[in-house]
């Protein structure tokens, strides 16, 4: 059984926006750490953004600040990520990840292959 679903993604033109969608558990979703990375073929997974167990401080990628933000509905268990002012450089599979460590800045620096759970991941692609 999945524990992170992710939704969203697809097709754009540069400087288009699109939003990814991932819900989770409850007990995930209230106690984990969550955020996103992106992958490109021959490239290791990249850190993109992250957030709290409590949404109380986020995290971002040079590269993406000031263009994607994240967020969590409480409501509905799922994280988002709003990602504006696209580039043909996002272009990538974009995967949700939650782990114990609830702080967003962990997230930020911790290897990939130490995250203790992910998404299915889903294409971006950014057309110029």
């Known amino acids: 059984q999945a524990q992170l679903v992710q939704s969203g993604g697809g097709l754009v033109q540069a400087g288009g926006s699109l939003r990814l969608s991932c819900a989770a558990s409850k007990d995930i979703f209230n106690d984990y750490g969550m955020g996103w990375f992106r992958q490109t073929a021959g490239k290791e997974r990249e850190f993109v953004a992250a957030?709290?167990?409590?949404?109380?401080?986020?995290h971002y990628a040079d590269s993406v600040k000031g263009r994607f933000t994240i967020s969590k509905d409480n409501a509905k268990n799922t994280m988002y990520l709003q990602m504006n002012n696209l580039e043909p450089e996002d272009t990538a599979v974009y995967y949700c990840a939650a782990d114990p460590n609830g702080a967003s800045q962990a997230m930020g620096v911790m290897p990939a292959k130490y995250i203790a759970l992910w998404g299915q991941g889903t294409l971006v692609t950014v057309s110029s």
């Open positions: 957030i709290d167990w409590n949404a109380d401080n986020t």
